[in-house]
Structures are given as C-alpha cells and as structure tokens.
C-alpha cells in the first residue's frame, strides 16, 4: 500500500538537507534532516546536557516538538510549489526515558489528499524506539 | 465533578511560582508558572522572534512542548513527596496560528489514580484558544 | 471564549431529539439525543447485558462508538442546511470501567471553521466521569 | 527492532481464531480473528446493511469499536496466564469512508512492560488503508 505522490520535489528534499538551523525549536534541538524520499523522511538531533531535566532524562517536550517539526517538513517535497504545511493534531506515546545519545526520527505520509495528509512516526534513541506519534498536516496551496 | 486530592504540597506550588528556567526547552520558552491551585495550574510564556518560522508563525512545536512540560508540572503539587510525572501520551489539536503576544495554558487534572493521571490542557494567545490537550501522565512514587 | 455560530436550524435539533435509532452502531447502543443547544449536545444509553464483556464490564468499543457518533451528530444543527460531517480522528481516554446504568456524553464544538471543527467529549457514568475525548470533525458543503 | 514477549500462550491464540462472538459489539460487528502471532494479531468483519448510515457509509463507531477491541485482544496470548488487559487510550484517523466489503485489522504491540503495552493498528477495507490507531493497555496481572 505504498502511496505515489503527484509532486516530488528534489531540490527541496536537497535544501533540506543542507540546511543548518541557526533558530527557532529546530535551532535549539539542532535538527539535521538526514535523508528524504517522497513520503519519507529521516531526521535527527543529538541530545545536549542544556535538553536534561533535574530528573536527569531529558525534557520530552523535545520529542514532541520534534515529531511537530518533523511532520510538517516531510510534506513540503510532495507538495506543490509554494504550498505551506502546518500540523494540525498529533499524538504521542512516549515509550521510554532518554537521557543521552541521538534522536532519530522516522516519517511517513501514510494518506494524503488535496487539503491533508496522515503522517506516522517512529523515534529512536541508538536503537531503542523511544516514542511513536500519529497526526495530520493541513495543505495549503497558492491561489493561483 | 471536581476532583479532591489526598496530597497537597503548598510549598511545591510557591517553589514553582517563583522558579525562573535558565536552561531546558522551558528555559528556551521562558515558561512561567502563574498560578497553581490543586489539580489545576496556569502557565504563560511570550512568543520572541526566535520562535517563529519562515512562513512568519510560530513553531507549532513550542506548543506542544509547553503542553508537555505543564502535563507534568500540574502533578507535582497534589503527589507523595519525592514523587516524579512523566508524560507517557498526550494528544494536541493546533486551532489557530500563532505570530506573537503571550500563550497561556491552563491545564487542569482530570482523573487521578496511585499510578496514573489525566490531564486536559487549554492554550490561549491573548484570548484567543489555539491549542487543546489531553493525555497521560504516569506517577512514581518514591520506594519506600 | 463561548463560540458563536453562523447557522443554528432549530428543527434539526428537535428531529434528533426526537429520534430512536432502530438499526446502525446508534441502534445497537440505543443511543438518545437528550439535549442540543448551539455547539452542544447531550446524548445517553442504558448499558445493557449485551455490552458486557467475560470479565464483568462493558466492552470499551461501546464508548468509542458512542464518541464517534456525537462527535458528528453536534455539528448538524450549526452546519449549513444539506452539509454533511465525518469525523476525521479523534483520542479517546477510559477512566474507569462500565459494569452497568446510564452512559451520557456531553459534546461541545471548541472551533469551528468552514471546513473543520474540534470536539471535546465527556462521558460519564451515573455520576463518574468514565471518559473524555477530544477530535476533528470534517464538514462538506453541498455544492451550489 | 522486533519485540520479544516474556510469554507466549498458543492455546490463546488457537481459542481466539475459532471463537464466534454472539453478543456484545463484536458480535454486533461479528468479528473474526483471523491470525495470531507473537505480540500480533489480525482480525477481520463484513460489512453489512446493518452498518450503512443515511448518507450511505459505513458508521465510523464500527471502526474505533474495532480498534478498542484489537488493542485488548493482541495482548492476551502475550500476558501471563490469568491477566486481563483494558484499552485506557487510543487515537485514530479515519483515512478514508468505508461502503462495503471487508474491513480487516492488523495490531502490533510495539512496546511492552509488565503493567502497559503500545499498540498501533492499521485497517483496510479490501485493500484500501481506511484507518490507523495507537493506543494503550493495560495490562493486570492475578494476584499470587
């Protein structure tokens, strides 16, 4: 049931790639974009002593706001020119303390449409799936 | 249908109250504790141009990172001293895009056991809703 | 932040109130539209041998049915005559368990937009909050 | 990054593929279950006219009825002899409406400790991914 995509974009999937974030959530997290395909993507950020929590695991708003980041941006190679993404509801199971190491993150499109699409994702942390997530992105394309 | 706790720690609310974060994704939020009564605490942060993306929103990862980390805080007062909360699951709808002022979550204990807790969150920004959440919150307690 | 809404047809409202499902998922809980006012609804079934499962308690997929359905019968009334909703998603958290008495869901709309609105459940049982849900509905239009 | 299960009951399984439910919601549904391995499981129904709504699809209840019900069923052959598990949570998105045919699910336990399990589900109607779910069981164990 793999899905085709009508828009495959590789430039962006390139310029994701490359691209270093100096700001923002992704800045603080230090997210790399580390592969990209149509419908998938792999992301991942190392986990720094600032992210720790006096519990001495690290805060799992990391992981949430990295599955947020993560499921807009596997959307925009698939998407047309200049269309935006934005997530509109996620959930996340949080399965297992991490307190060091990196944070891998494996998206998916598992449906899309016109206006919207379902994006599951699985997170590692060295080899131990540590969170899982399900949500939906909004599509909104230029008006042409 | 309101709940009444058996634990109750005042000075846990106070300490909270006056905690300023320097570090963590708190710290890169600034989240601020307003006000905690018990089952139910207010939390602010103001949005800086360091959360805003490209397309001139902010990050809906802030969000989810502030429900993350008010899930667990509201917990802290009405729990066994010495007890830790981790989120183990939650669920957000983004409702309404956010470009600046102050984001405000209320989050309020729904359903508590020895083990185990439910949490629903509102997020304002400047009275406007545009954010809810419910999810879980596991409770350990210390070994005695 | 009470809602307001565009449409509100009172006679959707009172046919739902009147109406005893005979056949569907509705019909095998035997699911009552008690009460609709504009964005909320309340609705309730007797639980019956039927339900309950080996181990003593009604089977859990009742209350999800249940929410699935008020999450879309809410929207009728304040949607455009000749719309239609279909819940796109939704989380659903069991409190506690159901051995037997009345199960009543009160549904509110806390956003709406042309497209697409956001639900908040409660479901309780004689007096005990048994679970709460939180989705999206989808609302289509006719066309004109 | 398969799982391993501490237990594993084939007598379980066995029992669960040549039960015929004749009462409760998945009698209404009349599901089967069709496959039973270590911490998976797939499970199947016919739609009938009993299912069909006004607007001509089938009732979305039947599908998160459907998943509360998998969620439990996976994790009997993996618990310890006498244990019971409960769905406390889950999410579903509904990708696509469903008008016939066979709706068949496929559950994975993705985590599991002694008290709690992860699951993730995915649904098709005669080839058509229609809906995918995560959730939580919990898990209970008999008194020794």
Redesign the interface.
Known sequence: ?ALTFEHWNPKTAQRFKKFIPT????G?LGIRIDDVTPGQLVASFEVSD????M?G?M????L??????VL?VVMYPVMPEGS?A????????????VSGGTCTASAEI??MSRT?A?V?IDI?ND???VA???G?CLIMTPKS
């Open positions: 049931m700001k923002g959530i992704d603080f600032e992210m720790i929590t519990i695991n805060h799992g708003g990391c949430s706001a990295f599955c947020d980041h807009g935006w934005a997530t509109t509801e996620f959930k996340i199971n949080l399965l297992k303390p598992i449906s919207t379902v599951r590692t080899d131990r799936l899982v997530a399900q939906t």
